[in-house]
């Protein structure tokens, strides 16, 4: 399956991507398909002492341990309990294995990148450089997520803590 089409149509080239939507409080987010390895439902989270506040622990994936981020404590929303439709996704990036909590996942959406709309230059609880940019889908706001950023940010804090 090819999850990037690239066209040409009159004098501009235009690049379709695809990408995982899901709800945290009542937002919606997308993040680049090729980079989730799998959505799975929430196993026992084995806290790291001394971690940031956005990481909850760690879990053993098939005997891959993979640290647990917390999207809403990255973002500075409100606390939720887990519930039956929290989920995690499996991400690869910059060579690590992430997963990140979501409240739920939604669907899956293509974007042509070139009517994806920057960040607004407006104060916002996500820090402007984790945002890829904003879609519209069928009267649908959805915040694309720059997952490669937010991975170095998250590791940049990691490695202050030490």
């Known amino acids: ?20 939507c899901f709800k945290l409080s009542n937002e919606e987010y997308g993040i680049d398909i090729q ?5 799975i ?7 790291i002492p001394q971690m940031p506040e956005f990481c909850l622990g760690v879990i053993n994936n ?3 341990i993979i640290p647990v981020f917390d999207l809403r404590k990255q973002f500075h929303l409100s606390d939720r309990s887990f519930t039956a439709d929290t989920r995690l996704l499996v991400a690869s990036v910059d060579d690590a294995v992430i997963s990140l909590v979501v409240d739920k996942v939604l669907d ?17 609880n996500i820090d402007r450089e984790y945002i890829q940019g904003l879609g519209e889908l069928q009267g649908r706001m959805i915040v694309i997520l720059n ?6 940010c998250i590791m940049d804090e990691i490695v202050s803590r030490r």
Do not use: W, Y
Request: glycine share 6%; charged share 25%; proline share 5%.
């Open 35 to 39: 980079l989730i390895q799998e959505v």
């Open 147 to 152: 997952l490669e950023k937010m991975h170095a």
């Open 62 to 64: 098939r005997g891959s």
């Open 108 to 124: 899956n959406v293509k974007f042509d990148m070139s009517q994806v709309d920057p960040a607004p230059a407006v104060k916002m």
């Open 1 to 20: 399956m090819k999850d990037t089409e690239t066209s040409s149509l009159g004098s501009g080239v235009s690049e379709v991507k695809q990408f995982v």
């Open 41 to 47: 439902k929430c196993p026992k989270i084995t806290t």
